[in-house]
């Protein structure tokens, strides 16, 4: 589909902005002019969404800066996570070269709005399933690779964005040789795991209730080959709900024996596969710390300080209970945490 390009004139107006283009495009899919735009959701991303309705009938609506977004990763991990199964946002009518895509709309029960203690046991479930199919079947060619330079950058978002921006902390020369023999331990136990098609943002604010199909999937465009607990422990140890620890051992190891059961993983013993999930949390929550801060200070979206101190307590319960992440452990607890009672977040 033709794009309309900026600055270009339209039945006699001048499109001066992003979004006269997107209401031009939206009526170009359409056939019509007559349709109602509302947001739908915000993003973390520079990515918005918009819900066109039209009648009774609605359609989402991606607006994905070029600059910033690569619409067509979207479009094509649509295409491959629908092919076997899944269920992912049709793309109806798509203009890559402005950013543009109209897909089909999933509602808007978000998995987060919905678990509470009674229903939890069954939408993680769908949700288990769901990860089970991308790691056996999902797609891997043409992914990046999560390798140890990858591993490595995410962490420096932490030390970067949330220690030295947000709390104003540089680390001295044993305290930085301690975080890199952690951030080795850490990127050591994630390649040692066997490598799947990984979503890389499985929680409960990327996964739909929908019927009768469930759950839809969302924000899977930034996908990787990686290691076979991170979408698990990102949906478990969500940054945004939090379970007792004892149900969330309890959902992992239903994952391990389904895992197994479907070919993903061989049989590791059960102590193996909860330290490799241990600590890919660990690596996943400082990462997320550092994003949550750098969306701050970089982006104007102060929201997301509200769930660092549950991100960074899971990293702190993980970090005491292995020897290897002592170094890690005396960091939090000598100069995070006084740092944080002084007021950093």
Not at 74 to 97: C, K, N, S, Y
Not at 209 to 217: C, D, K, L, R, V
Request: glycine letters at 8%; aromatic letters at 8%.
């Amino acid at each position: 589909m033709r794009g309309i390009a900026a600055g270009h004139h339209h039945q006699g107006i001048r499109v001066t902005t992003r979004h006269d283009l997107l209401r031009q495009w939206v009526a170009s899919v359409l056939g019509k002019d007559a349709f109602t735009l509302e947001p739908a959701s915000s993003d973390a991303s520079f990515r918005r969404y918009w819900r066109v309705r039209q009648g009774d009938n609605t359609l989402i609506i991606m607006d994905a800066p070029p600059a910033q977004e690569d619409c067509g990763r979207f479009v094509d991990l649509a295409r491959r996570l629908r092919a076997i199964g899944l269920h992912t946002p049709e793309v109806h009518a798509q203009d890559l070269a402005n950013g543009f895509l109209a897909l089909s709309d999933l509602g808007d029960r978000l998995y987060l709005a919905e678990l509470d203690a009674a229903r939890a046991d069954r939408l993680y479930a769908d949700a288990l399933a769901a990860l089970a199919i991308i790691q056996a079947r999902g797609p891997q060619e043409g992914l990046p690779r999560y390798d140890a330079p990858f591993l490595g950058r995410e962490l420096e978002i932490f030390r970067d964005w949330f220690l030295g921006r947000h709390l104003g902390l540089t680390l001295n020369a044993a305290e930085a040789a301690g975080w890199d023999r952690a951030g080795e331990a850490l990127i050591a136990s994630a390649l040692e795991q066997p490598q799947v098609c990984v979503h890389r943002d499985y929680h409960s604010r990327n996964l739909m209730i929908t019927e009768p199909a469930g759950p839809g999937i969302l924000d899977f465009q930034d996908a990787v080959v990686g290691p076979v607990t991170y979408d698990l422990v990102s949906l478990l140890r969500d940054c945004y709900i939090q379970w007792p620890a004892a149900r969330v051992t309890g959902w992992a190891l239903g994952y391990r024996q389904l895992a197994i059961d479907s070919g993903v993983l061989p049989a590791v013993d059960a102590a193996r596969f909860l330290r490799w999930f241990d600590l890919m949390g660990v690596q996943r929550h400082l990462k997320a710390c550092g994003i949550f801060a750098r969306l701050h200070h970089r982006d104007g979206k102060p929201n997301y300080l509200n769930d660092i101190p549950r991100t960074l307590g899971y990293v702190r319960e993980v970090a005491t209970r292995y020897p290897e992440l002592g170094d890690l452990e005396r960091l939090l607890a000598e100069r995070i945490a006084p740092a944080l009672a002084g007021g950093g977040v």
